[in-house]
Structure formats: structure tokens, C-alpha cells
């Protein structure tokens, strides 16, 4: 094979060199992981098997599986089984647990039996990173994921779709009823077989509608009716990414924004995340250290209640509001179109005209500001939520007085923010990186 890069024979008898750890370089990633859990106190943390029985046989070092569990949780290797192969033919993991290989089923409990004190080494390395100043920044951005569960969305009941089982079968047994009934009247059309299979799917239909009829009573007694009978913390949500329902969880974290870290993370069967701003938020200031703290989120975070309780414990939080007005697609202009001058405390129209603020009013609970033009009111205007016309193709409706008083309303949240930012609530490049730090992975 003349010209071509040829490699070794496989029989040689120094394929490697007289030292494993010739072949990890200094700066492999999985020397950082053997010293980190090398200075641990896994009795102290809680794991089991820390200290060795006097009797029977030897069993692996909890410090060695967590070896493992770090590798595989940096390189993306989730299964137990996948593991195990990696620790008979990576390099890494071979240097990593010292030609120790355990199998699949060792691994696999010690992640199951030692979930807690695997939280507590999370916690012991974000207190690493605090100490090495890594959360200089004090700015984090949370986002939540939806992981699927261990239940089978036919094993996933609402009060609608335990209805529509609960319906289906009544019309299954009624048409094996009138097969039956057929088979009477015409027993040469039917086989003798045929007539025992049917009786055996109405009794198995009959059994099922039993089982739905406990089912039934579970959903009166679940706080949020519904019941999931694999997994029973597992909820059904919906799923952006792929359109369509998944049982399962959703799973919150926030990031530091500089070294991407995860600093923390809470696992939650709420199917929308308006309700975990501000606990996120509380978590990610006790574990980066600092006084003070910036949040940044989607809409789907948006609710004021959270932004004031965070505005209360000092996370300055940047979450847009979502977008609920229909002005644009009535051919109007919106919020959006006008802009807040903070100084003066007004809006300007995309027409010139200033609407100044002119009381303020407690709607549902919720402290409300209203602006509106400094003109005086035309005999025929109309109070509405909308402030003014689109232009027309002929400029017909720009700076119109009829158009352009109606008044401009603002929640107190949405105030407070806008004063305190100049009238610039959510900066474009921060929500467009946003994407980069906390997105989910798939």
C-alpha cells in the first residue's frame, strides 16, 4: 500500500505506553473532575458506602462511580448501560476510574440510592465557582425544559379525556351487543368461535370501565384533575417544540450568563412557568452570593406578582411583556408604537401628541396607570384600551384628534420597570443571547 498512511500491526507487544496517564493531557477535562471528587467528604455528604463493611464482599468506592456519573453527565451519556461500555473502552473513564469497571446495574443504583447527596456535590461545586469569583457578573437567565416521564400518555387522564374513553367503550360493548344479537337471530352467519370472542371483549371492556370508574374517583380527589397512573407526579403540557402534549416534567434552571454555569435548578409538574420567576430567581441569589442580582427570562415568565417579589428582595428582573393586544391586526396602533419618556413621566404618539399621566386606579387587584392626550376631549371620542389609528395610504387619520386621545393604560409593574430603565424595559442583544445561555437542549 505504497503512499498511503499505514498503520501499526495489531500484534505488537508495546501498543501503549508503560504509563496510562501518558495518554490524558494536562488540560483534559477529566483531571478536574478527579481532583474535585478527590477532595470530598462523601461520608459527610451523604453517600452510602463510605466507609467499607468489615464483612462480606468488597464493593465499589462511591468516589468512583461518581466519576463516572460526572463524565457522563459533561459528555452526555445518560445511560447506565452506555456507561458501562464507556469504563471497558474509553480511555478517559479508564484513566478516570483506574481500570475499574463496573457494570451497568452498579451504576445505575448508585445514581438511584444516592440522589440527595448528589445534590449536595452540585452545591459543593457551585460554592467552588463562587469562591473562584466566577459569578462576578451577578447576572442570570432562566428558562425551562419539558423532560418526558416514565408514562404513557394513553396511562395520563383529564376529566375531557377519561369522558371520551369512558365513551368509546360504551359504544364498543354496544356493538358487540348487536353482533351478538345477530348471531341469535342467524346462527349459521356467525361461527361458534367468533361468539366466544366476543363475550371475552365485553367482559375485558366491562373491566376496563371499572378500572376508569376508579380512575374517575382519583381525578375528583387531585388538586389539579389529573392523574397519571405509571408515574404519578408525571403531568400532561404542552410541548412547543414538537406541537403536541408530553407527560412529563418541567424542569427549571438558571444560568450564569459569562461561564454558562448552572447555578440552580428545580424539577416541577406545572405546565407553564409564570409561577417560577421569582422562586428561580431566589435560588440563583442565594447561590451566586451577591446582594443584588439580574434576571433575564421570556415571556413566558411574565407575571407581576413574581417581578414585584423579586423587585422586593433586589433581582432587578428583565422579562417583556407578552404581546395580548390585537390593535395591529385591526389596523391600529399599539403600546409598542409609543414611546415612554421617563424624565417627564408621558408618552409620545407615533402622531407628535404627548399624553401625560392622569390617574391611577386598582382594577382586579392590580394598581393601574392611565395617560392620555393633553388636548382637550372631542365631543365624539370614545374611551377604549386602543390609543390611535393606523395611518392610512393617504396620511388621512395621523395626529386626528378623534383618533389619537384615547387613553393609554399601564400596570404598576410595567411602570415601576419603565421609570427605572429609562423606557427601555428589555434590551434586544440581552433577550437575543438569552437564547445562548439558557435554551434547552434536544
Known amino acids: 500500500m505504497a503512499r498511503f498512511i499505514e498503520a501499526e500491526s495489531r500484534t505488537q507487544s508495546a501498543l501503549f505506553p508503560e504509563q496510562l496517564d501518558d495518554w490524558i493531557a494536562e488540560d483534559n477535562p477529566v483531571r478536574v473532575i478527579d481532583v474535585f471528587v478527590d477532595e470530598l467528604d462523601l461520608e459527610a455528604l451523604g453517600f452510602d458506602g463510605a466507609q467499607a463493611a468489615a464483612t462480606g464482599r468488597p464493593g465499589y468506592h462511591p468516589a468512583t462511580l461518581l466519576k463516572i456519573y460526572i463524565y457522563g453527565y459533561l459528555n452526555r451519556v445518560q ?8 469504563a471497558q473502552r474509553n480511555l478517559e473513564v479508564i484513566w478516570l476510574t483506574g481500570r475499574l469497571m463496573p457494570d451497568f446495574k452498579t451504576i445505575a443504583d448508585f445514581r438511584k440510592d444516592n440522589g440527595a447527596a448528589i445534590r449536595q456535590v452540585c452545591r459543593q461545586f457551585i460554592e467552588l465557582s463562587r469562591s473562584l469569583d466566577l459569578f462576578s457578573e451577578a447576572i442570570v437567565a432562566i428558562d425551562g425544559s419539558k423532560f418526558k416521564a416514565v408514562n404513557n400518555r394513553n396511562k395520563n ?3 375531557g379525556k377519561l369522558q371520551a374513553t369512558l365513551r368509546l367503550m360504551e359504544e364498543n360493548i354496544g356493538r358487540y351487543l348487536d353482533e351478538l344479537d345477530r348471531a341469535d337471530r342467524q346462527p349459521e352467519s356467525m361461527p361458534e368461535g367468533r361468539v366466544a370472542h366476543l363475550k371475552e371483549k365485553i367482559a375485558t371492556a366491562k373491566a376496563r370501565m371499572r378500572k376508569l370508574g376508579q380512575v374517575g374517583r382519583q381525578l375528583q380527589q387531585s388538586p389539579d384533575r389529573q392523574v397519571s397512573l405509571t408515574d404519578p407526579d408525571a403531568r400532561s403540557m404542552a410541548n412547543s417544540g414538537s406541537g403536541t402534549a408530553v407527560v412529563g416534567y418541567n424542569v427549571q434552571i438558571a444560568v450564569d450568563t459569562k461561564h454558562h454555569l448552572i447555578v440552580a435548578e428545580e424539577v416541577t409538574n406545572a405546565g407553564h412557568d409564570r409561577a417560577h420567576l421569582a422562586e428561580m430567581a431566589r435560588q440563583a441569589k442565594g447561590a451566586v452570593g451577591e446582594d443584588e442580582l439580574t434576571v433575564l427570562a421570556d415571556r413566558g415568565y411574565f407575571d407581576s406578582e413574581e417581578i414585584l417579589q423579586c423587585a422586593q428582595e433586589g433581582i432587578a428582573a428583565l422579562v417583556p411583556k407578552p404581546l395580548t393586544s390585537n390593535s395591529k391586526a385591526e389596523g391600529r396602533f399599539d403600546k409598542r408604537d409609543f414611546v415612554y419618556d421617563a424624565k417627564r413621566d408621558e408618552y409620545r404618539c407615533p402622531a407628535g401628541e404627548r399624553a401625560i399621566w392622569r390617574m391611577t386606579t386598582i382594577e382586579a387587584g392590580l394598581r393601574m396607570h392611565t395617560y392620555s392626550p393633553t388636548g382637550p376631549r372631542p365631543a365624539r ?4 384600551r386602543v390609543n390611535a389609528r393606523r395611518a392610512t ?13 384615547r387613553p393609554c393604560r399601564r400596570g404598576w409593574i410595567e411602570h415601576r420597570r419603565l421609570r427605572a430603565c429609562d423606557g427601555e424595559p428589555w434590551s434586544t442583544s440581552s433577550a437575543r443571547s438569552r437564547h445562548g445561555w439558557a435554551q434547552p437542549i434536544s
Do not use: I, M, P
Request: charged share 25%; hydrophobic share 25%.
Open 393 to 405: 395610504s393617504d396620511g388621512s387619520g395621523v395626529g386626528s384628534t378623534n383618533t389619537c386621545w
Open 79 to 86: 445511560s447506565s448501560r452506555r456507561l458501562e461500555r464507556e
Open 157 to 159: 387522564f383529564t376529566a
Open 381 to 384: 371620542a370614545v374611551r377604549s
